[in-house]
């Protein structure tokens, strides 16, 4: 029997799972004891309140403590040799060669224009809880356009303000079009003290198809030979949910931006956090950085950066503002744009894209589903009639009792065509029940792909899960078609070492000439867990090719 607790889950599992287990040293009048409130962890990722569970989870609370202690569990295991590590048996799609029955969520996927067999994703592996040094940045490989894995592994360390932390998850992949330069963006901090003292950051890393390919594949720091920190701090600041692009952009030439979330403790305090959206672009071969450039200005509470390149050189950076969080009233929120021109490093002033009086709230969920979620948009830039058109969609629910319960959530889209001054009224592209986790691409060929989950295939309890991708005219801005990826619908809750507790933060599509490449998680295979007795449904990282307009 599930029990539902506010603050134990949906968008509140990572405040309760830290609050009063996590002490913020910071600077001046506070002191190490001062602890922060619960909903500012509601806000930080998933990864670190796992690693708190897992270094300490008899002071994490209710179901994390449980999710803590298995973890924990399973690190004594592996390290007595209790394991087979053998596999178990397959499913379609399914992107990751993992023998040990853990899991994978949070993807990230890009393909190279100039050469789509060249393919990355990116996700949050959970067999970094067996790496002797705690990196868990899952990334996988393809050369022949996805249909087969070519290698694997995890990120490895970065020098974060001249420590090497080990990657943290929050995976962001970026492949250089013309180059099929591949890059990585993430969380790194201290996976057995993430509160403690020490200096966290932004990692970013630089490679090659050839290279992963012919690396070792693990840890293994051959794979990765460029990273660096994009951003770095330490308490009282934590940085958090970054993103990042890599593109031409004007004189500039070929560069990275990199966008995330500083959150600066301000208590002591029932809500004692302050965040802003932070800006860094780095040159092609992460050789320099900018200094940080903030991006929302005097907004207080802000989260889920996005950051593109467009077509035209210009730099895009999209970021909602939560309104009402912070005051314990109903939860607005508000997504906002910069942009900056062709090579510059300076941004115009922020334009509203939409109010959202019903987003999916921070300490919110589904009314069938006990997963962390939150309102998360995100954009993309397409040219149309030679000028650039700004996309952006977001999940938003259909009603909220008790401004808590997200009831038929349901996907917008909007766009704008003056560089974010005007945007066009929302129209809802999903077609009927739940819907969330939305992502979008724009495909050169004049399409744009959107993908998210949803639960409309089980119009009896509204719980199991499936991917939907949804074909969008881009200058007619109308759905063309939608097409069901999976099938059978996905049990969220099967996993064994998370159960329902947590699939991502996010899922993300790449589209380029009528294809479109999706990446998400399931839990279809059966593998024995740490390759002993009953094989179970575990969370696995799974890629879809599909065309435009049709399955591929």
Not at 127 to 132: A, E, I, K, M, Y
Not at 146 to 175: C, H, K
Request: hydrophobic share 35%.
């Amino acid at each position: 029997m599930r029990v539902r607790r506010r603050g134990l889950v949906g968008a509140t599992l990572a405040s309760a799972a830290i609050a009063g287990v996590i002490a913020w040293p910071a600077a001046g009048e506070l002191e190490r004891g001062t602890r922060l409130g619960e909903r500012g962890f509601g806000h930080l990722s998933q990864t670190v309140a796992l690693h708190q569970a897992a270094a300490d989870p008899q002071a994490a609370p209710g179901q994390l403590r449980e999710v803590g202690e298995r973890m924990r569990d399973l690190q004594d295991a592996v390290r007595r040799g209790r394991h087979g590590g053998q596999g178990g048996g397959g499913a379609p799609d399914v992107f990751n060669a993992d023998t040990l029955g853990l899991p994978q969520n949070e993807e990230s996927v890009n393909a190279c224009r100039s050469n789509p067999r060249v393919l990355l994703e990116g996700t949050n592996d959970y067999r970094g809880l067996v790496d002797p040094q705690g990196n868990v940045t899952g990334w996988y490989l393809s050369l022949d356009g996805g249909r087969r894995l070519a290698n694997e592994g995890l990120l490895p360390p970065a020098p974060i303000g001249g420590v090497d932390q080990p990657s943290g998850g929050d995976p962001v992949v970026a492949i250089d079009e013309q180059s099929c330069d591949l890059y990585m963006v993430d969380l790194n901090f201290d996976p057995e003290d993430p509160e403690g003292g020490a200096t966290n950051g932004i990692g970013v890393y630089k490679s090659s198809a050839a290279r992963l390919a012919s690396c070792p594949g693990g840890p293994d720091p051959s794979c990765w030979p460029q990273r660096r920190a994009a951003a770095a701090s330490a308490p009282p600041h934590f940085l958090d949910k970054p993103w990042g692009d890599v593109g031409v952009s004007g004189r500039a030439g070929r560069v990275v931006w990199v966008t995330y979330t500083d959150f600066l403790t301000t208590g002591p305090g029932p809500v004692d956090f302050t965040t802003s959206i932070n800006a860094v672009r780095c040159d092609a071969q992460l050789t320099r950085c900018t200094d940080p450039i903030l991006i929302s200005g005097g907004d207080r509470d802000v989260q889920f950066s996005d950051v593109t390149i467009g077509p035209d050189g210009r730099t895009y950076v999209t970021w909602s503002e939560v309104q009402g969080e912070l005051e314990e009233t109903a939860q607005t929120f508000i997504h906002k744009v910069r942009v900056a021109k062709p090579g510059s490093t300076t941004f115009g002033p922020p334009h509203v894209i939409a109010s959202e009086p019903l987003a999916i709230p921070f300490g919110g969920f589904l009314h069938a589903n006990d997963f962390r979620v939150t309102t998360v948009q995100k954009h993309d830039v397409a040219m149309v009639d030679g000028r650039p058109r700004i996309f952006d969609v977001w999940d938003a629910c259909s009603e909220r009792p008790l401004d808590t319960v997200c009831v038929e959530p349901v996907i917008k889209l909007t766009y704008s065509d003056d560089l974010g001054a005007h945007w066009s009224t929302p129209q809802i592209v999903s077609s009927g029940g739940d819907n969330y986790f939305p992502t979008v691409s724009s495909d050169t060929a004049g399409s744009l792909a959107g993908a998210w989950f949803t639960n409309r295939y089980d119009p009896q309890f509204h719980n199991r899960q499936d991917v939907e991708l949804a074909s969008v005219d881009a200058r007619r801005v109308r759905v063309d078609d939608r097409d069901r990826l999976t099938s059978p619908s996905n049990e969220t809750e099967a996993d064994p070492l998370l159960g329902g507790a947590f699939i991502g933060d996010y899922i993300e599509v790449f589209a380029d000439r009528g294809r479109a490449w999706t990446g998400y998680n399931a839990n279809y295979r059966q593998v024995p867990l740490l390759g002993q007795g009953t094989p179970l449904p575990q969370q696995d990282n799974y890629l879809t090719v599909a065309s435009l307009g049709g399955r591929g």
